[in-house]
C-alpha cells in the first residue's frame, strides 16, 4: 500500500492486484505494527504509515504506539479498519484495484520483467508495466520471473513454523481489563527467563520436536506506566532469552 500511494502521488498510474477480497495483508490479522519507535521510545517512523495509522486513530479504532521490551513497539489498530481506509486511499489517490486474483506466469525479456499474468475467478488478466513491485510476501513474482531466492535457514534449509492466530469474542473487556489494572502479577507471566523454560519444557513434553518462540502482546487500552513495566520487562527478558537459545 505504501509503495502503491507513494507512486500515485508521484504521478504515476498505479495498479494494485490482490488475491483477497480486501487490501492490507498482514496488517489486516490483527496483528500490532512493529517498529514505530526505537529502543528509547523516539518515532522513527513517519510517512504513509503514520498517515495510516492517524486516520485510524482518528475513527477511534488505533491506539497509536506503546513501548514494548521485544520490538521496541507495538501499534495496535482494529484490522476492518485497515481495509476501510486502504479503499479510502485507493479511492483518493485514483489508484485502480483488482480483487482475488493470483500472479501464474511472467514474460521477461532480456531479462526485463514485461507482463504479469494473473488468474482468479474464472478471469485471466495480464498486465504490462515499466515497474513492478512484488509485494507478495512471498517473492513469487520473482520466482516466477526466474530470480534467484534463498529458502529457510542458511545452514539446514528449516523453515519458522507458522504461527498460530486467534480471535476471542464475547468478552467483556472492561471487566477484564479492570481485573489486570487490579491484578498486574498476573500478566506478568511470573516475569522470569524460568517460565519461558517451563512452557518449552510442557510441548516437549506431548510431542512438540520443532524450534518456536513466542510472545506475550499487551491489552488494548491503554494503561499507565506501572502497569505496562511487567510486560516490557518480560518481553525484554524474553528476548535476551531466546538469542542466548539461538
Known sequence: MPAAIAAARMGAKVLIVERNGYLGGNATMGLPWLGHLDRNGRQVIGGIAQEFNDKIKAEGQALGHSRCGLHNSVSICHPDWFKIIAFEYCRNENIDVLLHLESMETNVENGVLQTVT????????????????????????????????????HNDGKLQPPSMLMSLIGVDEERLLDYLEA????????????????????FREIGYQQDFTFEVQGFVRPYPQELQQPLIDFTSALGHWMLEEL
Open 118 to 153: 494473473f488468474y482468479g475467478k474464472g478471469n485471466k488478466v495480464t498486465v504490462g508495466a515499466t515497474v513492478f513491485v512484488d509485494a507478495t510476501g512471498d517473492g513469487d513474482v520473482a520466482y516466477l520471473s526466474g530470480c534467484r531466492y534463498e529458502k529457510g535457514h
Open 183 to 202: 491484578h498486574p502479577e498476573q500478566i506478568a507471566f511470573n516475569g522470569s527467563e524460568t517460565a519461558c523454560e517451563e512452557v518449552m519444557k510442557a
